[in-house]
């Protein structure tokens, strides 16, 4: 009874130690693999077994017979991902999961190992695929196992984590100009302009916007109450209604046709809107407008509130950011920036009367 190494063979005749655990209960030989050595320490399994007889003694533990392959696994956890957590952005975590899948779909989740989440990176970008991609698709996948880690099903380091995430420096600081506004809107169809105009004027997701139901929206209060399943933190949030949003929203009540959305799908009135990204860069292009995406509109949003004095905090709450330093990303005070530095152009001609007195003993 203990831990002991067995090796694995590859198609290629390579060889490669897994730790393994044996030990006896209710008459039972009980015999498991942890996980590859290098990764998985003999130090970590001798733990992984002692937690094993503790939880065993306890009647805590439910001996795992076969650790599922990330194939296997994979499925289970984007259909949790869908209907349990319902998270709004499943069907790109299933696309990462996909693609991950590509290369190890048959390994068995305490087979991959580092090395091949650095393989999988480099063969991504052989692939022609951006490091931002690749660091979005890597923090799907640590996830998965991390959740696959939780559930028990399988023991040892996240290799994902292990591996660590590419660093990415794509930091984009693109927003609409004043001057491009109106050629924009004139270039949208009607959907889409009362779209990009909430998302000036808010600073809303896409999501959050083309999701809206009617019965969000107070127009008396003058509030939009975003419910945690729409937002992306999860949690609740109430959007303020200008005066130019209520004129798009009894426009588009009165031409909602009865359906429960305020942009419905032209699939019917029970479905709303899931994307704009063709029509969006369709004006865009007419508009004579580059480099500007749907999103940009919300750092758009962030930028005028900021260069129009408003505190950042309050920002952040309107935004739905838990800190402000995520809200420093879309803030370009670009007016208070010149503005301090007229204040240091000026102080040495103004310093006499910035001075309370000429006697430092006066002070």
Same mark, same amino acid.
């Given at each position: #009874?203990?831990v002991?190494?067995? =090796?694995?063979?590859?198609?290629?005749?390579s060889?490669?130690?897994?730790? =393994? =655990?044996?030990?006896?209960?209710?008459?039972?030989?009980?015999?498991r693999?942890?996980?590859?050595? *290098?990764?998985?320490?003999k130090?970590?399994?001798?733990?992984?077994? !002692?937690?094993?007889?503790r939880?065993l003694?306890? *009647?805590?533990f439910?001996?795992?017979?076969?650790?599922?392959?990330?194939?296997?696994?994979?499925? /289970? =956890?984007?259909?949790?991902q869908?209907?349990?957590?319902?998270?709004? @952005?499943?069907?790109r975590?299933?696309?990462?999961?996909?693609?991950?899948?590509?290369?190890?779909? !048959?390994?068995?989740?305490?087979?991959?190992?580092?090395?091949d989440?650095?393989? +999988?990176?480099?063969?991504?970008?052989e692939?022609?695929v951006?490091?931002?991609?690749?660091?979005?698709?890597?923090?799907?996948?640590?996830?998965?196992?991390?959740?696959?880690?939780?559930?028990r099903?399988? +023991?040892?380091?996240?290799?994902?984590?292990? @591996?660590?995430?590419p660093e990415v420096?794509?930091?984009?600081?693109?927003?609409?100009?004043?001057?491009?506004e109106?050629?924009?809107?004139?270039?949208?169809?009607?959907?889409?302009?009362?779209?990009?105009?909430?998302?000036?004027?808010?600073?809303?997701?896409q999501?959050?916007?083309?999701?809206?139901?009617?019965?969000?929206?107070?127009?008396?209060?003058?509030?939009?109450?975003?419910?945690?399943?729409?937002?992306?933190?999860k949690? #609740?949030r109430?959007?303020?209604?200008?005066?130019?949003?209520r004129?798009?929203?009894?426009?588009?009540?009165?031409a909602?046709? *009865?359906s429960?959305?305020?942009?419905p @799908?032209?699939?019917?009135? !029970?479905?709303?809107?899931?994307w704009?990204?063709?029509?969006?860069?369709?004006?865009?292009k007419?508009a004579?407008?580059?480099?500007?995406?749907?999103h940009?509109?919300?750092?758009?949003?962030?930028t005028?509130?900021? /260069?129009?004095?408003?505190?950042?905090?309050?920002?952040?709450?309107?935004?739905?950011?838990?800190?402000?330093?995520?809200? !420093?990303?879309?803030?370009?005070?670009?007016?208070?920036?010149?503005e301090?530095?007229?204040?240091?152009?000026?102080?040495n001609?103004?310093r006499?009367?910035?001075?309370?007195?000429?006697n430092p003993?006066e002070v």
């Open positions: #009874m203990g002991f190494k067995r =090796y694995h063979e590859s198609k290629d005749g060889k490669t130690p897994y730790w =393994y =655990y044996r030990l006896w209960h209710n008459g039972r030989e009980i015999k693999s942890i996980g590859p050595a *290098g990764p998985v320490t130090t970590q399994a001798r733990a992984v077994l !002692e937690e094993t007889k939880r003694r306890l *009647g805590e439910d001996i795992i017979d076969v650790i599922p392959t990330l194939g296997e696994f994979a499925e /289970e =956890y984007v259909a949790y869908r209907d349990v957590k319902q998270i709004r @952005s499943h069907s975590t299933k696309e990462a999961v996909n693609h991950f899948k590509r290369f190890y779909v !048959e390994k068995k989740l305490n087979e991959i190992t580092p090395e989440v650095d393989i +999988y990176k480099q063969r991504r970008l692939e022609g951006k490091l931002g991609t690749i660091k979005r698709e890597l923090n799907s996948i640590r996830h998965l196992f991390n959740q696959a880690r939780k559930w099903r399988f +023991y040892g380091d996240n290799p994902v984590s292990s @591996s660590g995430m420096n794509d930091l984009k600081e693109r927003i609409l100009s004043p001057e491009e109106p050629k924009l809107l004139a270039a949208c169809p009607r959907h889409l302009r009362d779209a990009v105009i909430i998302a000036l004027h808010t600073g809303m997701r999501g959050e916007i083309l999701g809206l139901k009617w019965e969000w929206i107070d127009l008396t209060l003058g509030l939009i109450s975003l419910p945690q399943t729409n937002t992306k933190a949690k #609740m109430r959007v303020p209604i200008n005066s130019v949003i004129t798009v929203l009894l426009e588009r009540k009165l909602s046709g *009865g429960d959305y305020v942009f @799908s032209p699939k019917g009135i !029970e479905h709303h809107l899931n704009v990204k063709h029509s969006f860069r369709t004006a865009c007419n004579g407008i580059e480099g500007l995406r749907f940009d509109l919300r750092h758009t949003a962030a005028r509130m900021v /260069e129009g004095g408003v505190p950042l905090h309050a920002v952040a709450k309107l935004l739905g950011h838990s800190t402000v330093r995520i809200t !420093e990303r879309y803030s370009h005070p670009e007016q208070s920036v010149n301090a530095v007229l204040v240091l152009e000026k102080f001609t103004n006499p009367e910035n001075r309370t007195s000429e003993e």
